[in-house]
């Protein structure tokens, strides 16, 4: 496969503020070469599963998945629970980056194999750091099977 093609982080995410702070911090901490992002659940399934407008073309896993928990079409939580179902993708790293802090959605997120849950920040600067020891841990310092 080509390098070119690779992504490092999957960002699902539907509002255009909080897609562009998240993609902005990466980019200013150096943790990623690419950032795919899409902005509802099933578009999300679609790119991971190769169907509907990706079909046939499956990609390759990237390093990361950041998960929104409400999104139009599919649910955040309904998309992870696909991705644990599937033998392929069931070791993605997926980190639920939301702004609900209700404790059934956090409970459910960790029984449905979240890898972390993080509760968006409402100020820039508090939201900038998040993503930035986001990045450090999970694109740096976290080692993932390769498969």
């Known amino acids: 496969m080509n390098t070119t093609d690779y992504i490092e982080v999957l960002l699902v995410e539907d509002r255009p503020e909080d897609a562009e702070l998240t993609i902005r911090s990466l980019k200013e901490n150096n943790f990623m070469n690419k950032i795919k992002l899409i902005e509802d659940g099933q578009e999300a399934l679609d790119y991971l599963f190769g169907e509907g407008i990706y079909e046939g073309a499956r990609p390759e896993l990237p390093k990361l998945l950041l998960l929104d928990l409400k999104l139009p079409k ?74």
């Open 74 to 147: 599919v649910s955040g939580l309904e998309v992870l629970e696909r991705i644990r179902d599937d033998e392929k993708l069931k070791h993605l790293p997926v980190v639920i980056l939301t702004s609900s802090n209700e404790n059934m959605d956090i409970e459910t997120a960790y029984k449905l194999g979240a890898n972390s849950y993080i509760v968006k920040p409402v100020d820039f600067i508090n939201f900038a750091q998040a993503i930035k020891e986001v990045g450090m841990y999970w694109l740096v310092l976290n080692r993932s099977l390769n498969k």
